[in-house]
């Protein structure tokens, strides 16, 4: 007759065994525990900022960061031959060295004073991540970065201005006279956008607006004053309905303002205070805005094929909802 047949086991055996199981389950916790500290894991939020590094598309760098081989303190010079950044920015006594495209919502900035590295973080429009930082010098790395942004902002403005009025095109003050096409408040079209992406609101023509503007100046180029236009305004967003006129440019082809535009006639907007700023220069001033206007031009809209390779991992597209930007750059 068969019958099922038992093991019996010696209970010293027994109790080998789980002390054997529970010195391993001690060890894999101090294994676990040694690694969050040396990564800097103290909460769920963590884990999950390194998950989205590890599945994303975020630039080595941020390895070396993690495994502290990067740390504050730690001279720029290391950090740029090791891993020279996309992009540079230089306000002195700060320097922003960025891992991250123009445009991508993954953002990896380093930032140093005098030559030291004093803070490091990745983020996206869900969490934020610091290596390391320091709380003593944000309000002054900020101050100084906002008048540094602020300038470059006016500066290329003021190139917008100066190739319009080199190709030979209209600069001038208008009043906006009516507008169409604002049919959906900033927080639908927003609302629209998380659920059906930006290219499908530009194929829709709901993000599109039409001004009607009657000329009241004319800076350069060949309008007169009391025309009326009409146009598709998506590129003027310092325009509206009952504001102080703002400072229109007006060119043949809007590949001239930003070569990834489309082949067709256009109109945009800047400040007055990018107008004055302009025609304070110098001949010579001039010149060195051209130079540097052009320069920033090539760097920011080099062909793909030529822009720095970052990991090949894809990640996960995240839902976006408001959240303070590293280091507000």
């Given at each position: 007759?068969?019958?099922?047949?038992?093991?019996?086991?010696?209970?010293?055996?027994?109790?080998?065994?789980?002390?054997?199981?529970?010195?391993?389950?001690?060890?894999?916790?101090?294994?676990?525990?040694?690694?969050?500290?040396?990564?800097?894991?103290?909460?769920?939020?963590?884990?999950?900022?390194?998950?989205a590094?590890?599945?994303?598309?975020?630039?080595p760098?941020?390895?070396?960061?993690?495994?502290?081989?990067?740390?504050?303190?730690?001279?720029?010079?290391?950090?740029?031959?090791r891993?020279?950044?996309?992009?540079?920015?230089?306000f002195?006594?700060?320097?922003?060295?960025?891992?991250?495209?123009?445009g991508?919502?993954?953002?990896?900035?380093?930032?140093?004073?005098?030559?030291?590295?004093?803070?490091?973080?990745?983020?996206?429009?869900?969490?934020?991540?610091?290596?390391?930082?320091?709380?003593?010098?944000?309000?002054?790395?900020?101050?100084?970065?906002?008048?540094?942004?602020?300038?470059?902002?006016?500066?290329?403005?003021?190139?917008?201005?100066?190739?319009?009025?080199?190709?030979?095109q209209?600069?001038?003050?208008?009043r906006?006279?009516?507008?169409?096409?604002?049919?959906?408040?900033?927080?639908?079209?927003?609302?629209?956008?998380?659920?059906?992406?930006?290219?499908?609101?530009?194929?829709?023509?709901?993000?599109?607006?039409?001004?009607?503007?009657?000329?009241?100046?004319?800076?350069?180029?060949?309008?007169?004053?009391?025309?009326?236009?009409?146009?598709?305004?998506?590129?003027?967003?310092?325009?509206?309905?009952?504001?102080?006129?703002?400072?229109?440019?007006?060119?043949?082809?809007?590949?001239?303002?930003?070569?990834?535009?489309?082949?067709?006639?256009?109109?945009?907007?800047?400040?007055?205070?990018?107008?004055?700023?302009?025609?304070?220069?110098t001949?010579?001033?001039?010149?060195?805005?051209?130079?540097?206007?052009?320069?920033?031009?090539?760097?920011?809209?080099?062909?793909?094929?030529?822009?720095?390779?970052?990991?090949?991992?894809?990640?996960?597209?995240?839902?976006?909802?408001e959240?303070?930007?590293?280091?507000?750059?």
């Amino acid at each position: 007759m068969y019958g099922l047949s038992f093991i019996r086991l010696n209970p010293g055996t027994l109790r080998r065994a789980a002390i054997a199981f529970n010195g391993l389950l001690i060890l894999l916790t101090f294994a676990v525990i040694l690694l969050c500290g040396r990564l800097g894991i103290h909460s769920r939020e963590d884990v999950m900022a390194y998950r989205a590094m590890v599945q994303g598309q975020y630039h080595p760098v941020w390895r070396d960061l993690a495994w502290r081989r990067i740390r504050k303190g730690d001279p720029i010079e290391d950090v740029l031959k090791r891993h020279p950044p996309l992009r540079r920015d230089d306000f002195p006594p700060y320097t922003a060295l960025r891992y991250n495209e123009i445009g991508s919502s993954n953002r990896l900035v380093i930032g140093a004073r005098d030559g030291r590295l004093i803070s490091a973080g990745a983020g996206s429009s869900t969490w934020t991540r610091f290596f390391f930082h320091s709380p003593e010098e944000e309000q002054a790395f900020d101050k100084a970065y906002s008048a540094y942004a602020q300038q470059r902002i006016l500066e290329g403005q003021a190139f917008e201005i100066h190739q319009v009025i080199k190709s030979g095109q209209d600069v001038f003050l208008a009043r906006v006279t009516g507008s169409r096409g604002e049919e959906y408040s900033e927080e639908m079209l927003r609302e629209l956008r998380e659920i059906y992406g930006q290219e499908y609101l530009d194929s829709a023509g709901l993000t599109e607006r039409e001004f009607t503007v009657e000329v009241t100046a004319v800076l350069y180029g060949d309008l007169e004053i009391g025309t009326v236009l009409t146009f598709r305004a998506d590129n003027c967003r310092r325009a509206k309905a009952g504001e102080p006129e703002p400072v229109f440019l007006h060119v043949d082809d809007m590949r001239l303002l930003n070569p990834q535009h489309e082949a067709r006639e256009g109109y945009s907007t800047v400040s007055r205070k990018a107008l004055e700023w302009y025609q304070s220069l110098t001949p010579d001033q001039v010149e060195e805005l051209e130079a540097q206007g052009l320069a920033r031009r090539a760097e920011r809209w080099q062909p793909e094929e030529l822009r720095p390779r970052q990991s090949p991992k894809t990640g996960t597209k995240q839902p976006q909802r408001e959240r303070r930007p590293f280091l507000r750059l």
